[in-house]
């Protein structure tokens, strides 16, 4: 896999619309309007995708790994109606009382994917609703992204504390953040043409 070319997602307040009373079977789950078409849009710019998520509903006993896996079943196939795909989901099954290192802002989760696909977490884009994917992105090298969507929301129209990791940049919401990523990425190319031309 092309190092250069893996982003890492949230999935409820970023993806999927969120729910203080979880998520806890595919009729729960609905798609924020525009995040499957962002991804699918990422996907044909060359992006592979993978999510990373807490569902402490497992640990507290709301819902079951059988449920999450049907949830996530519904989130791939409505994805490929849209003409994307999801490559892989890292889940933490954990409450905040295990004290694990797998549930954001701890990094576990990241430090999973750059082990299974052998790559660094330097520099790659993570997008999240909340501070705590945000501090887990940092914590390990990678590019924070906040969406106002989900608790996100809280944000909209203000600065963001202090708290915040200082780079973080701020989208609408998914579809904005692909708006950007694919924008850049085509700058970066175009910047990188006119020079070739230029020492020719």
């Not at 944000?155 to 924008?183: C, M, Q, W």
Request: glycine share 8%.
């Amino acid at each position: 896999m092309n190092t250069t070319k893996l982003l890492i997602l949230d999935r409820d307040g970023t993806i999927n619309v969120d729910s203080d009373e979880y998520i806890k079977s595919p009729a729960e789950w609905s798609a924020i309007p525009g995040s499957l078409e962002a991804i699918a849009r990422l996907n044909h710019a060359g992006w592979h995708v993978v999510v990373v998520t807490n569902q402490s509903g497992l640990g507290r006993g709301v819902f079951e790994v059988s449920d999450l896996n049907a949830i996530h079943s519904l989130m791939h196939h409505k994805l490929a109606e849209h003409g994307g795909r999801i490559d892989a989901v890292f889940y933490c099954p954990h409450t905040p009382d295990d004290a694990c290192q797998c549930r954001k802002p701890q990094p576990g989760l990241l430090q999973a994917v750059a082990q299974r696909y052998g790559v660094a977490l330097e520099g790659i884009p993570v997008v999240g609703d909340h501070l705590r994917d945000l501090v887990a992105a940092t914590s390990v090298g990678c590019e924070p992204h906040l969406v106002l969507t989900g608790k996100g929301a809280a944000y909209k129209g203000r600065p963001l504390p202090e708290t915040f990791p200082s780079n973080t940049r701020v989208h609408e919401d998914l579809a904005a953040f692909a708006d950007f990523l694919i924008a850049r990425e085509d700058a970066a190319l175009a910047a990188q043409a006119d020079l070739s031309a230029a020492r020719k």
